[in-house]
């Protein structure tokens, strides 16, 4: 089939086809990563109860970069992602360093689930060689975003609604087994299960503290609604409503699964590497609903997955518009998707199925790999609360006519730089995540140098100043409606 292309040079533009359902369980899919099938076991392990207070904490303070975010983005339609308000607030180097490094966060945590996917394929279909199932996902995913982005939205929905029924079903199947008195060979279904085995910080501090290494991995993507900007319809009103629910959905999708799960069976008996979703309806006797939840699990990963590709293709298409990356990613096919955007994305899933086969243990290629993301997030989500520190010094007007600023403005904002470096402090203390924490800065360097050769070339200049003439023409227009409202106001 021959793809009609649109070039840079007649200004292409992404559709908005994603509607209101489309972007709430694209940010419910965001909020719910993968490490919450997969990764709770090892959490729960290390920290024991105190996982829940972990889970919320770390929600606690991303709902506030996502706040800053939301209010960023709508200050300026004109933003696709928040690369684009990087780069207008804080410089060029902003909008390059943190285009780059979410693309290279979700091409790192696409690999992960590449990795995820053909594990998880092995235990439901012994024998089965791992390249095929890895191949099959990018594939898969590689078709579904190359028809529409309402094909994404679509996609996304369903994975995402998947993810809320299988939670929902966890937690009606658990309390049916705490009521009912169930009995296991670990004891009774009780919610005393939570502070009978050492309290609730049987670890003391520093097995608290191994709980944030792994749990911030969970909340990978929950920035994810912010790259949908340039495509969601009215979003004015449907990121406010998405970003808003975050903090219900981490009290009732992890805090309420967490609790659920060491109260049927107590945290002692939970293992890294082990699903404990699986094991709970194993334990009720339910076999069928294991196998089910092993798929759902799976489809977990593929959700991941798929908005990986979603994410990276629209990342490297603006950053391809605003002179940082290769022109040939800036067109879009007839179906005003980024094509060789999401070609180039694919590709390098592929390297999840190369990974596998260099290492012998599936468990210790996900835990380096989902360091080395997590840390490159931290790195985003801060880049996020930088541009929010900028936006309130440059243009205080504009945060003035917000209808949606952001609570406890820039104190806040100190608040969550602190949280984040206790975070990477906590990734020094276990010698796996230290290692992933040490490889890390080798991105930054390569980015560095890349950035030293690209700034001053005329493509690049030439570029970035259309990219800016389009800002500031929109931002005029903003500014004048923020006047208006002032009078009226007045």
Known sequence: M????????????????????????????????????????????????????????IGFMLFFVMRAMGELLLSNLNYKSFSDFAADLLGPWAGFFTGWTYWFCWVITGIADVIAIAGYSKELWPGLPLWIPGLATVAILLLLNLTTV?????????????????????????????????????????????????????????????????????????????????????????????????????????????????????????????????????????????????????????????????????????LAQEGDAPSVFSALSRRKVPQNALFLSCVLLLSGVVLMYAGQDIGKAFDMVTTVSAVCFVFVWSIILASYISFRRRRPHLHEASKYQMPGGVPMVWVVFAFFAFVLWTLTTQPDTLTALLVTPVWFILLGAAWLVLRRRPAHLARYATFQAELTEDLAQESAAAREFGSVKK
């Not at 040079?9 to 909020?31: D, F, V």
């Not at 729960?44 to 889970?55: E, H, K, Q, T």
């Open 2 to 57: 021959t793809t009609e292309t649109v070039t840079s040079q007649q200004t292409p533009h992404l559709e908005r086809q994603l509607s209101n359902r489309h972007i709430q369980l694209i940010a419910i899919g965001g909020a719910i990563g993968t490490g919450l099938f997969m990764g709770s076991g090892k959490t729960i392990s290390a920290a024991g109860p105190s996982v829940i207070f972990v889970y919320m904490i």
């Open 150 to 318: 309402k094909a994404f939205g679509e996609t996304e929905f369903w994975f995402a609604l998947i993810k809320i029924i299988a939670i929902a079903a966890l937690i009606v199947v658990g309390l049916f087994m705490i009521f009912s008195g169930f009995q296991s060979d670990a004891g009774p279904a009780t919610f005393t299960n939570l502070w009978s085995h050492g309290g609730f910080f049987p670890n003391e501090f520093m097995g608290f503290v191994a709980g944030f290494q792994i749990a911030v991995f969970a909340f990978v993507g929950i920035e994810l609604v912010g790259t949908t900007a340039a495509e969601a319809k009215d979003p004015e009103k449907n990121l406010p409503k998405a970003i808003n629910s975050i903090p219900i959905r981490v009290l009732l999708f992890y805090v309420g699964a967490l609790i659920i799960l060491m109260s049927v069976t107590p945290w002692t008996q939970f293992q890294a590497g082990h699903s404990p979703f699986i094991a709970m309806f194993s334990l009720a006797g339910l076999g069928a609903a294991a196998t089910v939840v092993n798929l759902v699990v799976l489809s977990s990963a593929m959700s991941s997955a798929n908005s990986g590709i979603y994410s990276t293709s629209r990342m490297v298409y603006g």
